[in-house]
Structure formats: C-alpha cells, structure tokens
C-alpha cells in the first residue's frame, strides 16, 4: 500500500526557513517521478516543484526559484523533502507531497516540466500546514 506522510511544517518567520519531509511507506521512491503542491486558503492548488524523470532534473515554480530546494534521500530512497529558505508571508499554505511512477507518467505523456502539474499524480500525502508570519 503507498502512503505518504509529509511532516515539518509550522509557523516561522519572514526570512526563516523551513524543511519539508515526505516519507514514503510501502514503496521506494527510486523509480517515481515526485512533486511538492501547495494550497492557499480561496486558491488553487499550485505546483511548487518536481522531479519528473530518472535524471533528476528538478523543476520549480517561478514563485520560489532560487528559495526551494526539491530532494530526496539517496541511501534509503524513502524520503522525499523541500527545503525552503528565505520565506514570505505569501508562502503561507499546506503544503503536499504527491508521486507517479515514471513508467505511468511517461505513458500518460507526462515531460519536462509538466511534472508540475497535479493531473499527473496518482498518490498524495494529507498535507502539512506552513505559516509565514510576523
């Protein structure tokens, strides 16, 4: 059975950082194509940023290039995390993990950066709430 559980989120200040993790049960996360959303409250659910093929390039919403770092740990290939550094209050949101296998992904013609796109991912995390406030 896959099971994501993000943990991390909480509420930091504007400049802070904070590091979201995903852990993966049931499965390894070597052969999925993986991606971090987010939800503001009254939005849409936004792709924040993804690896969507075996080689491991990342993409990253125009919103946090150059603040997010997309992951995932090598050795047990069972977390995936975001690093998030100099946050705004207009990052407030829950924040989740949600992955594909790369065969379904490339067969559903999934490329590049469409990995950024929710349509794309069959399993999901509940979700982690992060609150960027002064």
């Known amino acids: 059975q896959v099971q994501l559980v993000e943990s991390g989120g909480g509420l930091v200040q504007p400049g802070g950082s904070l590091r979201l993790s995903c852990a993966a049960s049931?499965?390894?996360?070597?052969?999925?194509?993986i991606g971090w959303f987010r939800q503001a409250p009254g939005k849409e659910l936004e792709g924040v940023s993804c690896?969507?093929?075996?080689?491991?390039?990342?993409?990253y919403a125009d919103s946090v290039k150059g603040r997010f770092t997309i992951s995932r740990d090598n050795a047990a290939k069972k977390t995936l995390y975001l690093q998030m550094n100099s946050l705004k209050p207009e990052d407030t949101a829950v924040y989740y993990c949600?992955?594909?296998?790369?065969?379904?992904?490339?067969?559903?013609?999934?490329?590049?950066?469409?990995?950024?796109?929710?349509?794309?991912?069959?399993?999901w995390g509940q979700g982690t709430q992060v609150n960027v406030s002064s």
């Open positions: 049931g499965f390894t996360l070597d052969n999925y194509a």
């Open positions: 690896i969507g093929s075996s080689d491991d390039t990342t993409y």
């Open positions: 949600a992955v594909v296998p790369r065969v379904v992904r490339r067969l559903r013609g999934g490329y590049g950066s469409s990995c950024l796109q929710r349509s794309e991912y069959d399993f």
